[in-house]
């Protein structure tokens, strides 16, 4: 069976049932909100007593180590995973009372990986962001949408291909240009930039600073803290299951926090051209460069020292 063929039932069977379509938010307005959420996985608590806002027109990331709890709130935040006990609200509802259908309309999901069990063409995969608008009367403006999402990804070029035989990058772009197709005001993405190499992480970022300045709320789990004070209005820094520190990036990333959270001892300097902070990880020595000297880290200066 077709994607255009599903794609005119769902049509037929979501028609049949009046949905309500969201409004575009106001800027600044809460689009989801997180009051003492807590989460328990595997008998650990994973989330302990979360409070967060996403509001329309800011990028806010989601940052801290492995098993820190970014993809559970992600999840929560989705309506994926239910919370153990708080509250998780989209659009000014709890988020376990809307129908799936309009809950679609209001928040799109990338999760971490992308796998389809049938060989749909790319074109296809995008054009499914599309079904939660079947029989709102938006569809004469499908394709255009579809053909802007793929082309802000740059997956064009490969539309009729398989989505079974592109690569881990090439699957990531395209299940990100069906977010973008989706058109709902709230994007979750989790790990985006994972398998992605520079290019296609910066052209990442920069949509999700585009969707922002549309008037959307983008939140994004990264592990790249460059990427996350370079892109983001704010970053959530988790640390066990609870935020460390919420704020923008100049001022939560600072090196006795961070090298708290990672492990790690780390040193925050000011980038030379635009000032926004690099994260560089404190080592011993460094690579011996032709005179016998070595790059290092000294009062927030990085330059040469005698081997």
Request: charged residues 20%; proline residues 8%; hydrophobic residues 45%.
């Amino acid at each position: 069976m077709s994607v255009r063929f599903r794609y005119g039932l769902t049509a037929l069977r979501l028609g049949r049932n009046k949905r309500t379509v969201p409004a575009r938010p106001a800027p600044g307005a809460p689009l989801a909100e997180v009051t003492d959420l807590h989460v328990r996985l595997g008998g650990r608590e994973v989330l302990a007593g979360i409070g967060l806002t996403v509001r329309a027109g800011e990028v806010l990331a989601l940052v801290g180590p492995n098993g820190a709890g970014k993809s559970t709130l992600l999840a929560a935040l989705s309506g994926d995973l239910p919370a153990g006990s708080g509250e998780v609200r989209i659009d000014g509802r709890p988020v376990g009372g809307w129908p799936a259908p309009e809950l679609a309309l209001r928040r799109a999901v990338l999760p971490q990986s992308a796998e389809l069990a049938f060989p749909f063409p790319v074109e296809d995969v995008v054009r499914m962001g599309r079904a939660p608008w079947a029989g709102t009367g938006t569809a004469d403006g499908d394709e255009e949408t579809v053909a802007a999402a793929m082309a802000a990804t740059e997956v064009t070029g490969f539309a009729a291909r398989p989505f079974s035989g592109l690569s881990g990058g090439e699957r990531a772009r395209v299940a990100l240009a069906r977010v973008l197709a989706q058109g709902a005001p709230l994007l979750l993405l989790d790990e985006p930039t994972a398998a992605l190499d520079l290019r296609h992480q910066e052209l990442v970022l920069r949509i999700c600073r585009e969707r922002a300045a549309a008037g959307d709320g983008v939140v994004v789990v990264l592990h790249d803290l460059g990427l996350a004070a370079a892109y983001a209005d704010r970053v959530a820094v988790l640390h066990d299951g609870r935020i460390a520190v919420d704020g923008p990036p100049a001022e939560v990333f600072e090196d006795g926090l961070l090298s708290r959270v990672y492990r790690q001892p780390v040193e925050v300097l000011p980038h030379p051209r635009t000032g926004a902070p690099l994260v560089v990880p404190v080592r011993d020595g460094g690579p011996e460069q032709p005179g016998g000297e070595r790059f290092a880290v000294r009062n927030g200066q990085l330059g040469l020292t005698s081997a």
